[in-house]
């Protein structure tokens, strides 16, 4: 399966810019 590493690279990546989101949204709510 080639397309794993590179399914799991970007699912990281979004999971990434989702928890960078997630302290932002944190960070305005207090």
């Not at 399914?7 to 932002?24: E, F, K, M, N």
């Amino acid at each position: 399966m080639a397309t794993a590493p590179r399914l799991r690279q970007l699912l990281r990546r979004s999971g990434d810019q989702l928890a960078r989101v997630q302290h932002i949204i944190h960070g305005a709510a207090s």
